[in-house]
Structures are given as C-alpha cells and as structure tokens.
C-alpha cells in the first residue's frame, strides 16, 4: 500500500511538472495550428522554426528560410521571447507546444509539434 502511495505521488508529481526547458527546445517545430481571435490563419505553406543552442534560430517557410534571429526562454515563467515578441508556453507535453500571445489587441495561438 505504502509502495502505491508513493508511485502515485511520483506520478503526479512527474506530469503536473512538464515544462519546457532549453535542451527540450532545441530541436526543429512543425506548425500545426495557428488561430488569430480563434480563426483559422494557418498558411497554404509548411512552416517551421529551428531552436537552436546558441539562442538563434530560424524560421523555414517551404524549407526556404524566410526569417532567422535571436530567442530566450524564461524557464520559471514558461515565457518564450523570439526577438521582440514574448509568448506564453501554455502547453507543453513531450514533442507538443503552444505558445499564445497578444498583438495590436489579436490574441494569437501558435501550436507546434517538434520533428
């Protein structure tokens, strides 16, 4: 009984703390989903960004590079600032992102799926 206490405990305490952290950013993310106001705006073309080490990173339209630059990850507020705009990681499981933010008054939704 005591053996499933404790499992359990752990258990909690190992999903209830998934965040994003530097070496779990790293990596190239596939846009899955982007909603402004809740509308759909996804683009006709496959986007991604590279995170990576050196906090730079690179943002792919088609596989052309179509914007690169510089990132920091605040990991105790889970906020992800990529040049000037600051997200909220709202979501974070395993190989699944979600980053909101606001701009000019339009609430944007940005989910990823890292490759």
């Known amino acids: 009984m005591r053996n499933l206490f404790i499992l359990s405990f752990l258990s909690i305490l190992f999903f209830s703390c998934n965040k994003l952290d530097q070496s779990t950013l ?23 960004i590279e995170f990576q080490s050196a906090n730079t990173h690179i943002t792919y339209g088609d596989g052309a590079v179509i914007y690169s630059g510089v990132y920091s990850l605040n990991i105790a507020d889970q906020k992800l600032t990529i040049d000037n705009v600051t997200y909220e990681i709202t979501h974070y499981q395993g190989n699944q992102m979600t980053l909101e933010t606001s701009v000019g008054g339009t609430n944007l939704v940005y989910k990823y799926e890292k490759q």
Request: a positive charge.
């Open 26 to 48: 790293v990596g190239t993310w596939k846009m899955v989903e982007f909603k402004a106001n809740g509308n759909n705006q996804m683009p006709s073309y496959v986007v991604t």
